[in-house]
Protein backbone atom coordinates (compact mmCIF):
# COMPACT_ATOMS: atom_id res chain seq x y z
CA UNK A 1 0.00 0.00 0.00
CA UNK A 2 0.85 3.27 -0.96
CA UNK A 3 1.58 5.35 2.12
CA UNK A 4 -0.42 8.50 1.22
CA UNK A 5 -0.73 9.91 4.71
CA UNK A 6 2.15 10.50 5.53
CA UNK A 7 1.88 13.62 6.87
CA UNK A 8 0.06 12.51 9.94
CA UNK A 9 4.05 11.77 10.84
CA UNK A 10 4.25 15.51 11.15
CA UNK A 11 2.44 15.38 13.97
CA UNK A 12 4.64 13.28 16.15
CA UNK A 13 8.10 13.78 14.68
CA UNK A 14 10.15 14.84 17.70
CA UNK A 15 11.19 11.45 19.83
CA UNK A 16 12.43 11.24 23.50
CA UNK A 17 15.69 10.07 23.92
CA UNK A 18 15.38 6.65 25.33
CA UNK A 19 18.49 4.48 25.83
CA UNK A 20 18.46 1.44 22.74
CA UNK A 21 17.18 -1.62 24.24
CA UNK A 22 19.02 -4.71 22.48
CA UNK A 23 16.22 -6.98 20.95
CA UNK A 24 15.72 -10.52 22.34
CA UNK A 25 13.04 -12.13 19.79
CA UNK A 26 12.94 -15.58 22.04
CA UNK A 27 12.88 -13.58 25.28
CA UNK A 28 9.87 -11.67 23.64
CA UNK A 29 8.17 -14.53 22.58
CA UNK A 30 8.27 -16.63 25.87
CA UNK A 31 7.37 -13.57 28.16
CA UNK A 32 4.67 -12.77 25.98
CA UNK A 33 2.95 -16.34 26.68
CA UNK A 34 3.86 -16.74 30.24
CA UNK A 35 1.05 -16.28 32.48
CA UNK A 36 3.03 -14.53 35.46
CA UNK A 37 5.55 -11.90 33.33
CA UNK A 38 5.07 -8.71 33.23
CA UNK A 39 5.04 -8.70 29.62
CA UNK A 40 2.37 -10.85 29.15
CA UNK A 41 0.37 -10.40 26.03
CA UNK A 42 -2.79 -10.26 27.65
CA UNK A 43 -1.30 -7.52 30.04
CA UNK A 44 0.02 -5.41 27.70
CA UNK A 45 -2.63 -5.06 25.15
CA UNK A 46 -5.04 -4.45 28.33
CA UNK A 47 -2.72 -1.39 28.81
CA UNK A 48 -2.35 -1.03 25.01
CA UNK A 49 -5.92 -0.47 24.12
CA UNK A 50 -7.18 1.22 27.30
CA UNK A 51 -4.56 3.71 28.10
CA UNK A 52 -1.56 3.28 25.33
CA UNK A 53 0.07 6.28 27.01
CA UNK A 54 0.77 4.14 30.10
CA UNK A 55 3.15 1.80 27.96
CA UNK A 56 6.83 2.38 28.60
CA UNK A 57 9.24 2.10 25.63
CA UNK A 58 10.09 -2.15 26.54
CA UNK A 59 6.35 -2.66 26.87
CA UNK A 60 5.55 -1.20 23.24
CA UNK A 61 8.45 -3.10 21.79
CA UNK A 62 7.40 -6.43 23.53
CA UNK A 63 3.89 -5.85 21.82
CA UNK A 64 5.05 -4.44 18.35
CA UNK A 65 7.97 -7.49 18.05
CA UNK A 66 5.53 -9.68 19.84
CA UNK A 67 3.23 -9.70 16.68
CA UNK A 68 5.61 -11.58 14.66
CA UNK A 69 4.58 -14.48 17.21
CA UNK A 70 0.48 -14.26 17.06
CA UNK A 71 -1.26 -16.35 14.42
CA UNK A 72 -4.11 -14.22 13.83
CA UNK A 73 -1.87 -11.31 11.68
CA UNK A 74 -3.39 -9.39 8.90
CA UNK A 75 -1.38 -8.47 5.86
CA UNK A 76 -1.50 -6.23 3.21
CA UNK A 77 -1.87 -8.79 0.82
CA UNK A 78 -5.13 -10.69 2.37
CA UNK A 79 -8.18 -9.65 1.21
CA UNK A 80 -9.69 -8.17 3.56
CA UNK A 81 -7.18 -5.39 4.01
CA UNK A 82 -7.51 -5.00 -0.08
CA UNK A 83 -11.45 -4.32 0.69
CA UNK A 84 -9.89 -1.52 3.81
CA UNK A 85 -7.27 0.09 1.37
CA UNK A 86 -10.29 0.27 -1.48
CA UNK A 87 -12.40 1.98 1.08
CA UNK A 88 -9.60 4.38 1.76
CA UNK A 89 -8.77 4.86 -1.71
CA UNK A 90 -12.56 5.93 -2.36
CA UNK A 91 -12.44 8.20 0.79
CA UNK A 92 -15.08 6.37 2.27
CA UNK A 93 -13.91 7.10 5.74
CA UNK A 94 -17.19 5.58 6.71
CA UNK A 95 -16.41 2.39 5.92
CA UNK A 96 -12.67 2.81 6.23
CA UNK A 97 -13.83 3.25 10.05
CA UNK A 98 -15.85 -0.13 10.36
CA UNK A 99 -13.33 -1.99 8.34
CA UNK A 100 -10.85 -0.89 10.71
CA UNK A 101 -12.34 -1.20 13.85
CA UNK A 102 -12.59 -5.17 12.50
CA UNK A 103 -9.15 -5.99 11.53
CA UNK A 104 -7.84 -3.95 14.40
CA UNK A 105 -9.84 -6.18 16.65
CA UNK A 106 -8.31 -9.07 15.30
CA UNK A 107 -4.17 -7.23 15.12
CA UNK A 108 -4.23 -4.29 17.09
CA UNK A 109 -0.72 -3.83 16.92
CA UNK A 110 -0.55 -3.27 12.89
CA UNK A 111 0.12 -0.11 11.54
CA UNK A 112 -1.07 -0.18 8.63
CA UNK A 113 -4.48 -0.58 9.95
CA UNK A 114 -3.46 2.27 12.36
CA UNK A 115 -2.93 4.15 10.01
CA UNK A 116 -6.25 4.12 7.97
CA UNK A 117 -8.06 4.50 10.87
CA UNK A 118 -5.89 7.53 11.70
CA UNK A 119 -6.60 9.03 8.44
CA UNK A 120 -10.11 8.07 8.49
CA UNK A 121 -10.96 9.97 12.24
CA UNK A 122 -9.33 12.95 11.49
CA UNK A 123 -11.41 12.82 7.93
CA UNK A 124 -14.33 12.83 9.93
CA UNK A 125 -13.02 15.43 12.78
CA UNK A 126 -13.47 12.53 15.63
CA UNK A 127 -10.24 14.03 18.02
CA UNK A 128 -11.01 11.70 20.50
CA UNK A 129 -10.39 8.33 18.62
CA UNK A 130 -7.74 9.63 16.46
CA UNK A 131 -5.73 11.01 19.55
CA UNK A 132 -6.50 7.68 20.77
CA UNK A 133 -4.50 5.66 18.35
CA UNK A 134 -2.17 8.18 17.48
CA UNK A 135 -0.83 7.41 21.15
CA UNK A 136 -0.54 4.01 19.90
CA UNK A 137 0.86 4.26 16.92
CA UNK A 138 3.08 6.41 18.82
CA UNK A 139 4.26 3.78 21.58
CA UNK A 140 4.82 1.42 18.49
CA UNK A 141 7.34 3.18 16.15
CA UNK A 142 9.10 4.80 19.14
CA UNK A 143 9.67 1.16 20.38
CA UNK A 144 11.01 0.45 16.57
CA UNK A 145 13.03 3.81 16.59
CA UNK A 146 14.72 2.87 19.81
CA UNK A 147 15.17 -0.70 18.48
CA UNK A 148 18.92 0.39 17.69
CA UNK A 149 20.67 3.53 15.76
CA UNK A 150 20.95 2.13 12.31
CA UNK A 151 24.61 2.37 11.80
CA UNK A 152 25.79 -1.12 11.34
CA UNK A 153 24.45 -4.52 10.84
CA UNK A 154 25.38 -5.28 14.99
CA UNK A 155 22.73 -2.41 15.71
CA UNK A 156 20.16 -1.72 12.60
CA UNK A 157 16.69 -0.63 13.06
CA UNK A 158 14.59 -4.06 13.31
CA UNK A 159 10.70 -3.85 11.84
CA UNK A 160 8.42 -6.38 11.03
CA UNK A 161 7.71 -5.65 7.60
CA UNK A 162 8.41 -3.33 4.68
CA UNK A 163 5.91 -1.09 5.15
CA UNK A 164 6.27 -0.16 8.41
CA UNK A 165 10.53 0.08 7.21
CA UNK A 166 9.26 2.82 4.87
CA UNK A 167 6.96 4.65 8.31
CA UNK A 168 10.32 4.09 9.89
CA UNK A 169 11.94 5.98 6.66
CA UNK A 170 9.22 8.61 6.52
CA UNK A 171 10.38 9.51 10.66
CA UNK A 172 14.13 9.21 9.93
CA UNK A 173 13.39 11.93 7.19
CA UNK A 174 14.99 9.44 4.58
CA UNK A 175 13.89 10.82 1.41
CA UNK A 176 14.35 9.40 -2.57
CA UNK A 177 17.93 10.97 -2.63
CA UNK A 178 19.04 7.42 -0.92
CA UNK A 179 19.88 4.81 -2.42
CA UNK A 180 19.02 1.23 -1.16
CA UNK A 181 21.13 -1.89 -1.06
CA UNK A 182 20.27 -4.85 0.51
CA UNK A 183 21.59 -7.81 1.98
CA UNK A 184 20.22 -11.08 3.37
CA UNK A 185 20.27 -12.16 6.99
CA UNK A 186 19.48 -15.94 8.48
CA UNK A 187 16.08 -14.36 9.88
CA UNK A 188 15.25 -11.80 7.58
CA UNK A 189 16.94 -9.15 4.88
CA UNK A 190 19.08 -6.00 5.36
CA UNK A 191 18.39 -2.97 3.81
CA UNK A 192 21.14 -0.22 3.56
CA UNK A 193 20.21 3.16 2.93
CA UNK A 194 23.05 5.55 1.48
CA UNK A 195 23.38 9.38 0.99
CA UNK A 196 26.79 11.12 1.05
CA UNK A 197 28.88 8.09 2.15
CA UNK A 198 26.16 8.03 5.22
CA UNK A 199 24.87 4.86 5.64
CA UNK A 200 21.85 3.41 7.26
CA UNK A 201 20.85 -0.05 8.44
CA UNK A 202 17.46 -1.40 8.89
CA UNK A 203 16.24 -5.00 9.22
CA UNK A 204 13.44 -6.28 8.10
CA UNK A 205 12.28 -9.90 10.17
CA UNK A 206 11.26 -12.47 8.16
CA UNK A 207 10.84 -14.80 11.20
CA UNK A 208 8.46 -17.45 9.33
CA UNK A 209 11.75 -18.14 7.59
CA UNK A 210 13.24 -20.37 10.98
CA UNK A 211 10.29 -22.01 11.79
Same mark, same amino acid.
Given at each position: ???? *??????? *????????????????????????????????????????????????????????????????????? *?????????????????????????????? =?????????????????????????????????????????????????????????????????????????????????????????????????? =???
Amino acid at each position: MKYQ *FFLLLVL *FSVFGFCQKSKIDLKAIEKSLKKPDSPYNYEKLIFKYKGYPKSLDSIEAQYLYYGRNFKGDRISTSDDS *FKSLADAFKESNFDECIRQGKILYDKDPTN =LDILLVLLRAYDSKKDGNNFMHHLSQFRALTEGIKNSGDGTSEKTAYLVNSVGDEYILLNILNVGKDYVRGSKAAKDGMFDIWEKDGHKIYIKILYLD =LLN
